[in-house]
Structure formats: C-alpha cells, structure tokens
C-alpha cells in the first residue's frame, strides 16, 4: 500500500518546525518553508497542490502579525482566507484532508466562561476577522477538515513571550505585566503531536473518519494570566538554577489599557477542548507541564547568566 503523502505548509514556522517531526509516521512527509511556499502567490499554491496531490494538507502557515495586520487588511485576508479557500477547493475536488490552524482571535473574549466551538465568533480585530473568513471559506468548501482553534502558541524555537520574561527579569529589578488577558499556554510540540494523533486515529478508524470532520479547540489545560505566566516562569528559572534580578514577587500586574496596541486582544481566550479530547479519546496536558519543558530545553546560550 502506497503511504498517503502530507503536504506541510509552513514547516519553518513555531508549529510547522514540530510538525515536520510529528507527522513522519503517518506517510510521506513534503515540508514546505514560506520561501517554497508562499501563501500570498494564490496561483503558484495551486500549482504546488496539482504537482504534488497530497492525501493530507496541513496548514500551519498565516499572517500571524496580529497589529500589523491593521495596516495590512488586504495581505491578511490573501493568507488568512484566500489561501485557506484555495486548499479547501483542493480537498473537496480531490478527498484529500485539510488540517488548518485557527486562533483565539475570533472571539471577542467577553465571555466570562472558555469558549466552545458552538460560541458565535465575533472579532475585534483584522488579524481576528481574516483568521475567521478562512474557517468559514474551509467549513463552506465541504472538504474534510480538522479546523483546530489554539491560543498563546510558544515553543523553545524562535521567539516567544517565556524567553522574553526570562531576558527581561535577568535585566531589571522589577516588571510590569498584563493581568486582564486569561488563556492557556500551549506549546507548538503539544500542537503538533495532538495533530498526528488525530490523523492516525483517522487513518486507523473508517467510523471515526467519517464523522470527525470539523472544528475543534486545541489548547493545554488550565489557564493563568500574562502576570501570571510571567511569575511562573520566574520562579521555574530560579528553581532550576538561573541567575536572574528579578523574583516573581517584583513582577507587578498591570492593565491592558495601560498598554494601548493597534489590535485589541480578548480578555478571555480560555477554549473548552472537551470535544477534541471526547471525540478522539486524548488527554491534553496542563499548561505549566510544557512550559516547564521549555524552561528545561532552553540552550545554554539563551539560558540568563
């Protein structure tokens, strides 16, 4: 038997990086990083998916530049819907599935409990309003998809909000954060690994296969705020030896209003997983488990002297 061949966009990317290891066991592997391709050029992502027919998309390429996203409505909507659009049409003339990555974004975090995916979305922001364009363009197409929701995404390559706290509290005294903003840290590796799960179970499981198709939430369990987060990597630093000025006490909470930013945030960007984790049997992790990982991953060079 043929392995099914899985096409990845955005392999260079925080959650595209794990993938290109998640995904190994299931086929035939075909990274391809922003610069083979790019979701803006609509007609070369056509061309891709005629020459390579893959039996599974997945999508882990977008417009991620959530302010910039203002000033760049046009471009947001091209990557965020268009292309999302494009693979869906794909999908749905060819059978294949779609695994695409959605956002928090598109609430607008007034709930006072987790979202669910039966919530009515409603954006406050461009970034916000073209990641929902593309689930509604995928969910229209009839393709066979796995639409997964995730919030306050980090991993230990590139980038992110931890390693951020950890420079800044080996610089200073004291910091100010956020802590009128509640989600769940989830790691790119907790993503990835929860996405090849779903996959094999699909290709393991014909009953599964046809009824699993559509949208789920996908973060790690429990929820804290940025202040909070912010503490809690501070005191994982200094449990495991790092050097830094900064305790956890010293990190002061402060509100989102004092830090006026182009796109508004939701409050609340708690998601309810509980049909992922029914629907698919799996148990997702707490978020201080994977950050605590990250903490422990951290090189040498990025480690606070």
Same mark, same amino acid.
């Given at each position: 038997? +043929?392995?099914?061949?899985?096409?990845?966009?955005?392999? !260079?990317?925080?959650?595209?990086?794990?993938?290109?290891?998640?995904?190994?066991?299931?086929?035939?592997?075909?990274?391809?990083?922003?610069?083979?391709?790019?979701?803006?050029?609509?007609?070369?992502?056509?061309?891709?998916?005629?020459?390579?027919?893959?039996?599974?998309?997945?999508?882990?390429?977008?417009?991620?530049?959530?302010?910039?996203?203002e000033t760049e409505p046009e471009l947001a909507q091209r990557i965020n819907a268009d292309a999302p659009q494009g693979l869906a049409d794909y999908a749905a003339r060819t059978g294949a599935w779609l695994v695409h990555y959605s956002t928090d974004y598109v609430f607008d975090g007034t709930k006072p409990a987790p979202y669910t995916e039966s919530d009515?979305?409603?954006?406050?922001?461009?970034?916000?309003?073209?990641?929902?364009?593309?689930?509604?363009?995928?969910?229209?197409?009839?393709?066979?998809?796995?639409?997964?929701?995730?919030?306050?995404?980090?991993?230990?390559?590139?980038?992110?909000?931890?390693?951020?706290?950890?420079?800044?509290?080996?610089?200073?005294?004291?910091?100010?954060?956020?802590? !009128?903003?509640?989600?769940?840290?989830?790691?790119?590796?907790?993503?990835?690994?929860? +996405?090849?799960?779903?996959? %094999?179970?699909?290709?393991?499981?014909?009953?599964?296969?046809?009824?699993?198709?559509?949208?789920?939430?996908?973060?790690?369990?429990?929820?804290?705020?940025?202040?909070?987060?912010?503490?809690?990597?501070?005191?994982?630093?200094?449990?495991?030896?790092?050097?830094?000025?900064?305790?956890?006490?010293?990190?002061?909470?402060?509100?989102?209003?004092?830090?006026?930013?182009?796109?508004?945030?939701?409050?609340?960007?708690?998601? !309810?997983?509980?049909?992922?984790?029914?629907?698919?049997?799996?148990?997702?992790?707490?978020?201080?488990?994977?950050?605590?990982?990250?903490?422990?991953?951290?090189?040498? %060079?990025?480690?606070?002297?």
């Amino acid at each position: 038997m +043929t392995p099914p061949r899985l096409l990845l966009l955005g392999a !260079d990317g925080q959650v595209g990086w794990e993938l290109r290891r998640s995904l190994l066991p299931l086929g035939t592997v075909l990274p391809m990083t922003r610069a083979q391709a790019d979701l803006s050029d609509l007609t070369g992502l056509k061309a891709l998916l005629d020459r390579e027919r893959p039996d599974v998309v997945v999508n882990a390429a977008a417009y991620t530049a959530v302010d910039k996203a203002e000033t760049e409505p046009e471009l947001a909507q091209r990557i965020n819907a268009d292309a999302p659009q494009g693979l869906a049409d794909y999908a749905a003339r060819t059978g294949a599935w779609l695994v695409h990555y959605s956002t928090d974004y598109v609430f607008d975090g007034t709930k006072p409990a987790p979202y669910t995916e039966s919530d009515a979305p409603k954006p406050q922001s461009v970034y916000g309003r073209s990641k929902l364009a593309g689930e509604q363009a995928i969910a229209a197409s009839g393709c066979r998809h796995l639409m997964l929701r995730t919030s306050w995404v980090f991993a230990a390559r590139g980038g992110n909000f931890a390693k951020t706290m950890l420079r800044l509290a080996a610089e200073r005294d004291s910091l100010r954060v956020v802590a !009128d903003q509640i989600g769940a840290p989830t790691s790119a590796e907790l993503i990835a690994d929860t +996405t090849a799960l779903m996959l %094999h179970r699909l290709q393991s499981d014909a009953a599964l296969a046809q009824r699993a198709s559509g949208l789920y939430h996908l973060t790690a369990q429990g929820s804290t705020s940025w202040h909070g987060y912010a503490q809690f990597v501070i005191h994982q630093a200094l449990e495991r030896g790092l050097v830094l000025r900064c305790a956890p006490g010293a990190v002061q909470p402060t509100a989102t209003a004092d830090y006026p930013l182009p796109a508004p945030r939701p409050a609340n960007s708690r998601l !309810d997983c509980g049909k992922l984790q029914s629907t698919f049997g799996l148990t997702l992790p707490p978020w201080p488990i994977q950050v605590q990982r990250l903490i422990d991953e951290l090189p040498n %060079h990025e480690r606070p002297l």
